[in-house]
């Protein structure tokens, strides 16, 4: 969960000094944390500092319920829940690669299935760009929002990986395969041309 400011002369990060895991900031050129939250009931957890300010993300649980929404937190303080609503879940997934806005995965919509929303950075507007119905797992987005990749668990020795089109909404299964086989997405690249996944396929 570090995280370097937008400076880069600060590190964002975890700790339960307090007794309780909350948010902390460090000098990176060396010197005392500063505590960013101090919640004594719920578990927060550091995310990411904004890459163009000093605004940051971090998920937070109501009394360890482990029910985590994410919230920012200006450098004044001021805290706002970007997922707000009951007995529901989110995470961060990425930034975009100008920090103009990020993904985040909430199953509010049905507790079994995490869609995908794209959040503005400034407006904390957001859009759906991705509804799931099956229980697929946001492994990637590429760098111009086009691909989202997923892993598709059968089992927990079996899976496969699929694209999204975010344009032509069409889903592709890429790694189809018989017999059992762990197929896993591990990057998108940075020109947004190609998927990395990690495949047992053949042998371990």
């Given at each position: 969960?570090?995280?370097?400011?937008?400076?880069?002369?600060?590190?964002?990060?975890?700790?339960?000094?307090?007794?309780?895991?909350?948010?902390?900031?460090?000098?990176?050129?060396?010197?005392?944390?500063?505590?960013?939250?101090?919640?004594?009931?719920?578990?927060?957890?550091?995310?990411?500092?904004?890459?163009?300010?000093?605004?940051?993300?971090?998920?937070?649980?109501?009394?360890?319920?482990?029910?985590?929404?994410?919230?920012?937190?200006?450098?004044?303080?001021?805290?706002?829940?970007?997922?707000?609503?009951?007995?529901?879940?989110?995470?961060?997934?990425?930034?975009?690669?100008?920090?103009?806005?990020?993904?985040?995965?909430?199953?509010?919509?049905d507790a079994r299935y995490f869609d995908v929303y794209r959040y503005d950075?400034?407006?904390?507007?957001?859009?759906?760009?991705?509804?799931?119905?099956?229980?697929?797992?946001?492994?990637?987005?590429?760098?111009?929002?086009?691909?989202?990749?997923?892993?598709?668990?059968?089992?927990?020795?079996?899976?496969?990986?699929?694209?999204?089109?975010?344009?032509?909404?069409?889903?592709?299964?890429?790694?189809?395969?018989?017999?059992?086989?762990?197929?896993?997405?591990?990057?998108?690249?940075?020109?947004?041309?190609?998927?990395?996944?990690?495949?047992?396929?053949?042998?371990?």
């Open positions: 969960g570090a995280s370097f400011s937008a400076d880069g002369k600060r590190l964002l990060f975890s700790s339960d000094a307090s007794g309780i895991r909350n948010v902390q900031s460090i000098p990176v050129a060396g010197g005392a944390a500063e505590a960013l939250t101090r919640s004594t009931t719920d578990t927060t957890t550091a995310v990411s500092y904004f890459p163009g300010d000093d605004r940051f993300l971090f998920t937070r649980d109501q009394g360890g319920n482990e029910l985590n929404h994410l919230y920012v937190q200006t450098p004044s303080g001021e805290t706002r829940d970007l997922t707000p609503g009951e007995k529901l879940k989110a995470a961060f997934a990425k930034w975009t690669r100008d920090g103009a806005a990020f993904y985040v995965r909430s199953n509010e919509r950075a400034a407006s904390y507007d957001r859009t759906l760009v991705y509804r799931d119905e099956a229980g697929y797992q946001v492994g990637g987005v590429s760098d111009d929002g086009r691909w989202i990749a997923f892993t598709k668990p059968a089992t927990t020795s079996d899976s496969d990986v699929y694209v999204y089109d975010t344009g032509s909404k069409e889903l592709k299964n890429v790694t189809p395969h018989e017999g059992v086989s762990s197929n896993n997405v591990s990057a998108l690249s940075p020109d947004s041309k190609w998927l990395y996944y990690l495949s047992n396929d053949g042998g371990e």
